[in-house]
Nanobody, 124 residues
Framework: QVHVVESGGGLVQAGGSLRLSCAAS????????MAWYRQAPGKQREFVAR???????DYADSVKGRFTISGDNDKNTVYLQMNSLKPEDTSVYYC??????????????????WGQGTQVTVSS
């Protein structure tokens, strides 16, 4: 099983920056993608950014131009650089790892593993 741990959250004023980290460990065979989601109090969890194993990225419209996702395949780690933070960015940020186990002969299993989250609070 894959274990996922986020870190780097904290309290910052509007306009400031934070860098989140997500490290995956355990029985990792192939990571197809890693992504960030967030959930604010009283709201549904929403997509933030995604990084595929091929290097492509995807961002929610609300964070485009402000957030940057990057990764280190050798360390099974993904980062989220958050700039120009706004109060509405206040959320618990979650990292998810999309794993694939290939058993051969066309048989593979896809799984997703979630971290416990890290709190980001942006004050006005």
């Amino acid at each position: 099983q894959v274990h996922v741990v986020e870190s780097g959250g904290g309290l910052v004023q509007a306009g400031g920056s934070l860098r989140l980290s997500c490290a995956a460990s355990g029985s990792i065979f192939k990571i197809n993608a890693m992504a960030w989601y967030r959930q604010a109090p009283g709201k549904q969890r929403e997509f933030v950014a995604r990084l595929s194993s091929g290097g492509s990225t995807d961002y929610a419209d609300s964070v485009k131009g402000r957030f940057t996702i990057s990764g280190d395949n050798d360390k099974n780690t993904v980062y989220l650089q958050m700039n120009s933070l706004k109060p509405e960015d206040t959320s618990v940020y979650y990292c998810v790892v999309y794993d694939e186990v290939d058993y051969g002969l066309g048989h593979s299993v896809h799984s997703d593993y979630w971290g416990q989250g890290t709190q980001v609070t942006v004050s006005s």
